[in-house]
């Protein structure tokens, strides 16, 4: 598997360089030169096969020979070893339950994944591999849970002060061994600057082997497909063939990995990508100006994310032409009493207690509906966290039927040890200097 930056379509590098670099020098992001079709015989019967065995079949078809065929299948077992089910909540709405992982969050698939493809690649005695993450929610638990205790390793994650929930703060900052967290006085922009700068300052490369856990490393795009694929599994064999993805998006990684999966043959007939306030990628679709702005915080803080990178990739897979993205992603905003509305009405309507990012989603599906009476396609909206995580947002009479899990009740007695930094790189720069 060959990869080029978004930044520079000539440049080659082999897979196992994508990951451990995470970004190219020039600031783009890895894309693979080719996206090869996956078997048609294994689409059209795709109902046949369990998660890990699709997830294998989707890793070999774009990895090839990067690693061998036992090894992969080993690694996926690993990785991959929780369900993803698309649970039916009336006759054509499903929502897929992303969340039981052991971070609670969809991010789980993706973490796990990387983490153990740079354990495969790493060697004995080589440099310390440090990775640099920046998370508004649930990226960071799903790291610091990837790569907790993988030997050769130190994980730094940065997450923004005061804007993430109770239980994702726990995640990041009790953990010890090598995982480090770094609470930062800004927003998640803040703290993804942060890391863009320092996988660009050349004093930190040649200290550090640096690399990232966020969705710009490719290695967390790829497993990403996996329950694309899956959840297209479970609904052809209960008999359907058009099937719609409403997707939360932040910062631009899942709905990216559902559009490589659509490339790689996946049969969508629409993706909906569904925002909060902040909303660069529906104004762009709607004007044609991709306008940046400083996030907003909101209930649904893992998709508070003003500048989303993955944007340029899905451009990227599309050959940059707008008009061919808008036939395939649809996009809508809604604000925190409208997501407040959505939580209340699919408890009352669908009897199902969704986090407020798994609500968004569902409002775009209604929304969408409502602007396309004619279509009657299954419609699935993904559910990225356990609504564990949001414990202030709900009614009280709501919040009493989500069950607490095990592991979260487990995390209560955990001390919390996190450093304080500002937003200004020169701080950060010097504190991984220090080590």
Partial sequence: MKLYSTNNKDLRVSFKEAVFNSMPQDKGLYMPVEIPQLDTEFVQNIEQYSLPEIAYQVASTLLKEEIPAEDLKALINDAINFDAPAVQLDDKTFVLELFHGPSLAFKDFGARFMSRIMAYFLKDGEQLLDVLVATSGDTGGAVALGFLGVPNTRVTILYPEGKVSPIQELQLTTNGENIRAVEVKGTFDDCQALVKQAFADRELNAKFRLTSANSINISRLIPQTFYYFNTYAQLKKQGFEDVIFSVPSGNFGNIGAGLLAYKLGLPVKQFIAATNVNDTVPRFLESGVYET??????????????????????????DQDVEAVKKMVTSYRFTDDETLEGIKEIDENLNYVACPHTAIAYLAIEKYRNENPADNSAAVFLSTAHACKFPDIFPAEIAAKIEIPVQVKALESKPKHADQLGIDFEGFKEYLLKG
Wanted: glycine share 4%.
């Fill in 293 to 318: 702005r400083p996030s907003t915080q909101t209930y649904s803080n893992a998709m508070d994310v003003g500048a989303p990178s993955n944007w340029v990739r899905i451009m990227d897979l599309f």
